[in-house]
């Protein structure tokens, strides 16, 4: 091992020669020394695909070009691509089978059906009513959302601490697969005609899907976004007009997650559509048959292409420091009084000084260098941002069960009811590249800054526009009903065409452009690399407690009070919007600075795992902190991990 460290040594002795030009050492000794004692350096730091931030071949651009010229977005890696498809297979499975549990749950089978199919009428099965699967599809009994939303947060901390993302996604894969079979079960002849044991066997079913699906939801999105690699901005030449431009990661992340969310609708559109004539025409049992098929592309595609992925490896614990690290601030600013507190907390200085810098006699958990302490404190920013969803999940959680049982009181012309939803991912399908190619490089060419946040605001106001307009449409259906503000016992239909609720689907599909999109891009972009599944399941956990609150609404899911239902909805999403953008509307100006902070060098608790990967290029653990066995002093070794340097 040594003869190794020395071979690697030399080879290090060019670099110390370019080295030379830096700021002396000297200079900053005091405080480098601090965090050389508490940086460890992971072998995956150094990595291949990434550039020197001096490359010649990449222009920096200046202060002043970084307010006047316009940016672009990179070249999205092609192997992005074969994980937005897995999405696509995954969520085929995913909404196909959900867009049949509101009739599965509601409806009565059919009188004389052995599968649920009913061509000439409403096909069900277990009867429940409306407000049963109301109950039932925001509760943790349903994948569709409370129980989905919540095994995020155990499949992120299972792919950073333990597995890693890939590996994560494939044991994902076993459960989700199992779920789907437990499923078709329930849907079978032989089950379906006994109501009990039916929804006891679907019930489970959903559970175990659930978790297969938490694990796999909270770890994707972070894989298709890590193979991009750039993470600064660079200038380039268009050769075509000779229009000098900026090459912003951010923007190329938000296209990378624009078409990630178009792949996850198309499948979602093609699942959903198909298997409502499925179930109409069939049955149930064919209608979980065909999602379960089409989900098995995912771990071949999976396979094929394993080696051409760029992943991260698993970390070790790293939510449990980031937890220390924000009591220990929030101890040191504590106030009995409530205003001092906040303002303390608002304040730069609550997390500068738990900078391991500043402390002389740091516990044995801080084994972190500053720049990680940065890392913290912007995404602790962000998880702020995501506790306005809630509100926001409200109005999008209408589509998938009140906003159905609403299209069955109205004429349908032959249509399902269940195929309305479908004008939601087709208008996604639609919009996604209006936005991304004509909307947003227009605004960016007026010299609009569209940000994350005006974005985000947006979305809210057209969501909330989306539930006035679907009480508008409740309203006309209790006033023209033949049975008043019972409509949902009625043989007859309200005189009202179903298409007036492509109103509503539309405007929740661009809030979603807008508010959803973006909030994935956000907590792709503010979380540290050993922390991105884990904000993204925090992201996604917000889905759940939109699901408990929408629970609390169950008691107004049922005649004659759906028009207070939208109503208070429309009203929750148009004040938590407002306030939203009041509250942090001054993140905006740190935009640029919160996305260029510079990577910290900390990974993880990984030194077991990790030591004979970092001797091999030429460091060894000494007190806490990988250090290069060529350098002289922890100065140097810590100035190559500040500079990020790789190899």
């Not at 059919?110 to 109950?135: C, I, K, R, V």
């Not at 076993?174 to 079978?188: D, R």
């Not at 759906?562 to 109503?567: A, E, F, Q, R, T």
Request: some cysteine; hydrophobic content about 40%.
């Amino acid at each position: 091992m040594k003869e190794k460290r020395s071979s690697t040594t030399n080879s290090y002795k060019s670099w110390l020669s370019f080295k030379s030009h830096l700021t002396d050492a000297s200079e900053h000794k005091s405080s480098e020394r601090a965090n050389a004692t508490v940086s460890p350096v992971k072998s995956t730091v150094f990595s291949t695909s990434s550039r020197f931030l001096d490359d010649d071949e990449y222009e920096r651009p200046t202060v002043e070009e970084e307010s006047t010229l316009r940016r672009v977005s990179g070249k999205v890696p092609w192997v992005a691509y074969t994980i937005a498809f897995v999405e696509l297979c995954e969520r085929f499975s995913f909404f196909g089978t959900a867009a049949v549990f509101v009739n599965y749950i509601q409806q009565p089978l059919p009188e004389g059906s052995t599968t649920g199919a009913d061509g000439s009428g409403q096909p069900g099965a277990l009867g429940m009513g409306q407000q049963a699967a109301t109950g039932l599809t925001t509760s943790h009994d349903l994948v569709n959302t409370f129980w989905c939303y919540v095994t995020p947060l155990v499949g992120a901390w299972i792919g950073d601490e333990f597995l890693g993302r890939l590996k994560t996604i494939q044991l994902s894969i076993v459960f989700a697969f199992l779920g789907h079979i437990i499923l078709i079960i329930s849907a079978l002849p032989s089950v379906i005609t006994h109501p009990q044991g039916s929804l006891g066997c679907f019930s489970v079913g959903l559970v175990v899907f659930g978790i297969g699906v938490g694990g796999f939801k909270s770890n994707i999105s972070p894989l298709i976004a890590e193979q991009y690699k750039e993470t600064r901005l660079y200038v380039r030449t268009i050769a075509k007009t000779g229009e000098r431009v900026i090459v912003d990661p951010g923007q190329t992340i938000s296209r990378i997650f624009m078409y990630f969310y178009c792949m996850i609708n198309v499948g979602a559109l093609t699942g959903s559509i198909s298997m409502v004539y499925a179930e109409r025409y069939v049955g149930f049992w064919l209608a979980f048959l065909i999602p379960t098929i089409m989900f098995g592309l995912c771990p071949l595609v999976l396979y094929v292409c394993r080696n051409k992925y760029s992943v991260t490896p698993p970390t070790g614990s790293v939510l449990g420091k980031a937890c220390k690290l924000w009591w220990l601030a929030l101890m040191k600013k504590w106030s009995w009084n409530p205003r001092t507190l906040i303002r303390n907390c608002k304040s730069r200085a609550f997390w500068e000084d738990t900078k391991p810098s500043k402390i002389d006699h740091r516990p044995e958990w801080m084994t972190f260098d500053d720049l990680w302490v940065d890392e913290v404190r912007r995404v602790a920013k962000a998880c702020v941002i995501f506790l306005w969803y809630p509100l926001y999940w409200l109005t999008y959680s209408q589509m998938t069960n009140n906003l159905t049982s609403q299209a069955a009181t109205m004429q349908l012309h032959g249509a399902p009811n269940d195929i309305i939803l479908n004008l939601n991912p087709l208008a996604l399908i639609i919009f996604i590249p209006i936005m991304d190619h004509l909307i947003y490089p227009g605004l960016s060419r007026m010299g609009i800054k569209f940000t994350p946040l005006k974005r985000i605001y947006t979305g809210f106001i057209l969501a909330s526009l989306s539930m006035v307009a679907a009480t508008v449409t409740q309203y006309y259906i209790y006033k023209t009903s033949p049975c008043g503000d019972h409509p949902s016992v009625c043989k007859e239909p309200a005189p009202i065409n179903v298409w007036v609720q492509a109103v509503p689907y539309i405007l929740v599909a661009i809030s979603e452009i807008l508010a959803s999109i973006t909030g994935y891009e956000y907590a792709y972009t503010k979380a540290p690399k050993n922390m991105k599944s884990l904000v993204q399941s925090l992201f996604l956990f917000m889905n759940a407690i939109s699901s408990a609150i929408q629970q609390g609404l169950t008691a107004l899911s049922t005649d004659p009070l759906l028009v207070w239902n939208y109503g208070f909805v429309a009203i929750l999403a148009f004040i938590g919007g407002n306030l939203f953008y009041i509250s942090h509307r001054s993140l905006d100006r740190e935009e640029d600075e919160l996305n260029n902070i510079q990577a910290s060098c900390f990974v993880g608790d990984t030194r077991k795992k990790d030591e004979e990967s970092q001797a091999v290029l030429g460091y060894e653990y000494d007190t806490g902190s990988y250090r290069h066995a060529g350098f002289d002093s922890e100065t140097e070794s810590m100035e190559l991990g500040d500079r990020r340097v790789r190899h």
